[in-house]
C-alpha cells in the first residue's frame, strides 16, 4: 500500500542542506545538484566520481561546485548525500560514503531498483547517526551524462521512498522534505512493492521496446515512421546501465515478462485465426488502459 504525501514547496529550516555530495554526477545526479541549487537547498555542491575530467567538465559547466575522486579518511563535509551510481554499486556506494560522514548526515540515492539496495545497507548497517533512505525519482531519460541534467527534471514527477520501518523517522521525514522541495510529488512504498510495481511500468517497458528495436532489419530502417520510433525510444539507453537494472531486478521481471508474453500470445492467436472480435476486445482494454494515463486536460497523468 502507498501513502501519498501533500507536497509544498515552503522553505523551512529542516529544508537546509549546507553541503550536499552528489556521487556520480550523471543525469539524474546533475539535476539533483541543478535544481539544489537553483532552489536554495544547498549552499556548496560536491560532485564525487571516478573520472577528473568528466568531473572539472560538470565544475565548470556549473553543475557543481567542487569535487573529489578520492573520500576523506573521515568527518566529510557534506550534511547530505546522494547516490547517482548505477544500480549494482549503489549500496556499496551508501556503504563507502557513511563511513566517512559525520553523525547527522543524510543518504539517499536514486536507484530504480530498491529490494537488494535495501536489504544490503540494511544488513550491514550504518555508523551512529548516519542514516539511509532509499528513493527512486521517476524522471528519467534514454539521455545520459550531465550535459542532459536540467533543474526541472523532477517538478511535478514522483519520487518513490523507500525507507527502513524501523528507521530514524526525523531522517525519513527530511529526505521526503527534500525530494519535495526538488520538485517531487513523495510516495512511500516498501522495497518490495516498489520492485514488483517498477518491473511492469518501467523494466518491462524497456524489454519490449528493446525486442521490436531487435527485430527491425536495415532494409525497412527507412520505414520506420513515428510509430516506430515512439515505441522504441527508451531502447537507446545505455546497456550497461539495462543491464545492471534487469539483473538487480531480476525476479520481478520475470514475473511481469510471463504477463506480457501470455498478453502477446492472445494477439498471436486472436491474428493466427482470423479473430476480429477478439482482437478488437485486447485493443479496447489495451486502449482504456492508455487512456487511463491522460488528466482530463488531455496532459499525461503523473501516475505514469
Given at each position: 500500500m502507498t501513502i501519498e504525501t501533500e507536497s509544498s514547496n515552503t522553505p523551512s529550516a529542516v529544508d537546509r542542506h549546507p553541503v550536499l555530495a552528489v556521487v556520480g554526477v550523471g543525469l539524474l545526479g546533475g539535476s539533483v545538484a541543478l535544481a539544489a541549487k537553483e532552489r536554495g537547498i544547498a549552499d556548496r555542491i560536491i560532485g564525487i566520481g571516478r573520472n577528473p575530467e568528466r568531473l572539472q567538465a560538470a565544475v565548470d559547466a556549473g553543475v557543481i561546485d567542487e569535487f573529489l575522486?578520492?573520500?576523506?579518511?573521515?568527518?566529510?563535509?557534506?550534511?547530505?548525500?546522494?547516490?547517482?551510481?548505477?544500480?549494482?554499486?549503489?549500496?556499496?556506494?551508501?556503504?563507502?560514503?557513511?563511513?566517512?560522514?559525520?553523525?547527522?548526515?543524510?543518504?539517499?540515492d536514486v536507484g530504480s531498483v530498491k529490494g537488494s539496495i535495501c536489504d544490503v545497507v540494511q544488513a550491514a548497517g550504518l555508523p551512529d547517526g548516519v542514516s539511509f533512505v532509499g528513493a527512486h525519482p521517476l524522471a528519467g531519460s534514454h539521455e545520459t551524462g550531465f550535459e542532459a541534467a536540467r533543474p526541472n527534471l523532477f517538478d511535478g514527477k514522483v519520487t518513490v521512498i523507500t525507507p527502513n520501518p524501523a528507521g530514524n523517522e526525523p531522517a525519513n521525514s527530511a529526505i521526503r522534505r527534500f525530494w519535495e522541495r526538488l520538485g517531487s510529488r513523495v510516495i512511500q512504498m516498501s522495497p518490495a512493492e516498489h520492485d514488483a510495481a517498477l518491473a511492469t511500468t518501467s523494466h518491462l517497458p524497456h524489454v519490449a521496446a528493446a525486442a521490436l528495436a531487435?527485430?527491425?532489419?536495415?532494409?525497412?530502417?527507412?520505414?520506420?515512421?513515428?510509430?516506430?520510433?515512439?515505441?522504441?525510444?527508451?531502447?537507446?539507453?545505455?546497456?550497461?546501465?539495462?543491464?545492471?537494472?534487469?539483473?538487480?531486478?531480476?525476479?520481478?521481471?520475470?514475473?511481469?515478462?510471463?504477463?506480457?508474453?501470455?498478453?502477446?500470445?492472445?494477439?498471436?492467436?486472436?491474428?493466427?485465426?482470423?479473430d476480429a472480435d477478439e482482437l478488437k476486445k485486447l485493443l479496447q482494454v489495451a486502449k482504456r488502459n492508455r487512456d487511463a494515463l491522460y488528466c482530463s486536460s488531455g496532459e499525461f497523468s503523473e501516475r505514469r
Open positions: 575522486t578520492d573520500l576523506p579518511d573521515g568527518n566529510a563535509p557534506w550534511t547530505t548525500a546522494v547516490i547517482g551510481t548505477p544500480v549494482d554499486r549503489i549500496a556499496e556506494d551508501v556503504q563507502r560514503i557513511a563511513a566517512v560522514s559525520r553523525p547527522g548526515t543524510l543518504i539517499t531487435a527485430t527491425l532489419p536495415e532494409m525497412f530502417q527507412q520505414l520506420a515512421a513515428s510509430g516506430f520510433k515512439d515505441t522504441t525510444r527508451i531502447a537507446s539507453g545505455g546497456p550497461d546501465l539495462w543491464v545492471a537494472i534487469l539483473l538487480e531486478n531480476a525476479d520481478a521481471v520475470s514475473t511481469s515478462l510471463a504477463a506480457f508474453s501470455e498478453s502477446f500470445a492472445k494477439f498471436q492467436q486472436a491474428v493466427e485465426i482470423r
